[in-house]
């Protein structure tokens, strides 16, 4: 489904001022706003939404254009998002709530396929909804924020260009500032503002990680994407299977050969040893003092085999940047009992070459995040999301804290060393009332 297509289907299903169904809505609305008039105590903060200390009042006509107070006659543009899918997500979720912020739809934004991010001509721009669901996001993220079309604006009021400050005079406070300048006034009036300048992912940080977290809950992979990754897992798990119905063979001297579906317990390591990650952390440890970034792949072996029985084997998954990997030895040296498998020794490369580098990273990640235990680098944006998304799914379960005790979705920094020589275990802190540690890295990670 291309863009055009998406958007009028989303529009096809809005709601029209003459139909039934907004009639009804318009009579409850007035009912509703009469009844607090003369009761004002019993709808305690109706139709009011409040952010950094600026209040909107909802007038009748404003709901009917609204998702919840987030209008649909007003848009925000934003650059087209670049660097890996990590990276773009977090850019996207900062679009979305400078958007929320500002009580304005967000114009659904290009992503980039490529990786090529300082050759502009070589970024291969993509349509969000090649990658995420549209109708999906907005269902999920209903109230909270929007996406919009292009095709959805009326061009009555023209688009107001807004530069997005850069350099050391540009504080965080002053860019709050811009944005709050922005919500109202005349720059409020123009039915489209595009920001124009930076990269999004480089915006300052003005959101707690768990509004940052409530817009990555709501980005569902295309079903087509969806499926490649459910091939990989499929394999992982086969594998799985297989190697451990040999051991019970051999144990119990009887055909043990199951080929039933059940679900078999894998590892999933984020081994970052490319020759760009090597270069990257070695200058971050330089400039940060931190000696805890980078990991040689004898490193993360020797932690990784720490949290690993061998009474039976275990498929290791290693998602690793095969292009840019210098070194052909990873799959060597392991703990008995740990079975390293990387794209083509899982004979899963095929399915990886005919997509490009954004729909690969989509893949891994979705097979990391599904993973019995995940490993990874703290300093890593995907390995932080991916960590982040665990710890939302063990808070569902009910579990607050991982430290000391066994949890269903365990989670671990290879580059920080941890109990008995293993690598720490790693939960995102929900309470951060920013998104830097996820952004940029921590060795100040959980236990």
């Known amino acids: 489904m291309d863009l055009f297509s998406s958007c009028k289907l989303s529009r096809l299903f809005g709601c029209h001022f003459t139909s039934l169904t907004c009639k009804c809505c318009l009579a409850l609305v007035t009912i509703a706003l009469f009844s607090r008039a003369i009761f004002p105590h019993s709808f305690p903060g109706y139709g009011v939404i409040a952010w950094n ?8 006509s404003l709901l009917l254009e609204s998702d919840y107070g987030i209008r649909r006659d007003k848009f925000l543009e934003v650059p087209q998002i670049v660097w890996g899918l990590n990276n773009q997500k977090i850019a996207f979720a900062r679009a979305c709530l400078t958007a929320r912020m500002l009580n304005r739809t967000l114009l659904m934004p290009s992503l980039s396929a490529s990786l090529f991010y300082k050759e502009v001509d070589r970024l291969q721009p993509i349509s969000f909804d090649k990658v995420f669901q549209f109708e999906r996001f907005n269902s999920l993220c209903h109230g909270f924020v929007r996406l919009g079309c292009y095709s959805d604006l009326r061009n009555q009021t023209g688009i107001h260009d807004l530069q997005k400050g850069s350099g050391r005079k540009w504080t965080v406070e002053r860019d709050l500032e811009q944005l709050k300048q922005s919500s109202r006034g005349f720059v409020d009036k123009y039915e489209v503002i595009r920001i124009v300048g930076k990269n999004p992912f480089l915006w300052h940080d003005h959101w707690p990680v768990k509004d940052y977290a409530r817009v990555f ?38 055909d043990a050969e199951d080929s039933s579906p059940r679900h078999t317990p894998y590892i999933a390591i984020h081994m970052r040893v490319e020759l760009d990650w090597m270069i990257h952390c070695k200058n971050l440890e330089q400039r940060s003092g931190i000696n805890q970034i980078c990991s040689s792949k004898q ?30 030895s990873i ?8 079975l390293p498998f990387e794209k083509k020794k899982l004979r899963v490369d095929e399915i990886y070459n005919k997509h490009p580098y954004l729909i690969q990273s989509a893949i891994d990640y979705e097979v990391c995040s599904r993973a019995d235990i995940f490993v990874g680098n703290s300093f890593s944006t995907f390995s932080s ?4 998304e665990r710890t939302q799914r063990m808070i569902r379960m009910g579990i607050t804290s991982s430290c000391g005790i066994d949890v269903r979705w365990p989670s671990y920094a290879y580059n920080i060393p941890g109990e008995s020589n293993g690598p720490r275990k790693w939960m995102t802190n929900m309470s951060d009332s920013s998104l830097k540690a996820i952004s940029y890295g921590s060795n100040a990670i959980s236990c």
Do not use: H
Not at 53 to 60: A, T
Not at 331 to 338: A, M, P, R, S, V
Not at 385 to 388: G, Q, T
């Open 53 to 60: 200390n600026l209040d909107l009042i909802l007038s009748p």
């Open 217 to 254: 809950e709501c980005l569902v992979l295309v079903d087509e994407i969806a499926k490649e990754a459910d091939k990989v897992v499929s394999k992982i798990m086969q594998i799985g299977r297989k190697l451990r119905s040999k051991i019970e063979t051999v144990e119990n001297n009887f």
């Open 299 to 328: 490193e993360i072996i020797q932690r990784v085999g720490n949290i690993v029985s061998s009474e039976s084997p275990t498929v290791a998954y290693l998602a690793v940047a095969d292009s840019l990997l210098n070194d052909s």
């Open 331 to 338: 799959l060597d040296g392991w703990k008995k009992g740990l």
């Open 385 to 388: 999301l991916i960590v982040l």
